[in-house]
């Protein structure tokens, strides 16, 4: 059972770049032959549509008993304190402010962030950034599933 679930789907543009991509690859291929110009962009988009569906299909889940981030599962009695992120807060946390140590769910189309805390050093990250589109409701969830 999932109580929270959002995937970091990437935007609808990247899907036209997809389709650029292609195009461009069968006028790279024309001196080739027309067949070697459709084969050029069936592959091109069949390899970069393939790329952005799994970079976008990363989910954030929130169950009774921990908080998945991409691959990460935390137990819930691993976070600590949640900050709320906006678009210029999220920046400084992705760059200057950055920890190398700190579990990151970056996706740098999506402006607002959360940032938790992990009190006791899970892993060794002294805290987990999540790129999310709802910030403040992640932030509700985890409260509630906190108790």
Do not use: C
């Amino acid at each position: 059972m999932h109580i929270y679930e959002e995937r970091l789907s990437v935007p609808r543009s990247w899907w036209g770049l997809v389709a650029l991509g292609g195009v461009g690859l069968a006028v790279a291929a024309i001196p080739f032959g027309a067949l070697a110009a459709a084969v050029a962009a069936a592959l091109g988009i069949a390899v970069s549509a393939t790329l952005v569906h799994l970079h976008g299909r990363v989910r954030i889940l929130v169950t009774p008993g921990s908080l998945v981030v991409g691959k990460r599962v935390i137990p819930i009695e691993a976070l600590g304190a949640t900050e709320i992120l906006d678009e210029r807060e999220a920046f400084e946390w992705r760059t200057a402010r950055a920890n190398p140590y700190a579990l990151l769910l970056l996706r740098s189309y999506v402006p607002t962030a959360l940032r938790i805390e992990l009190p006791t050093a899970w892993g060794g990250a002294p805290y987990v950034y999540v790129s999310t589109r709802q910030p403040m409701n992640l932030a509700a969830v985890l409260a509630f599933s906190r108790g």
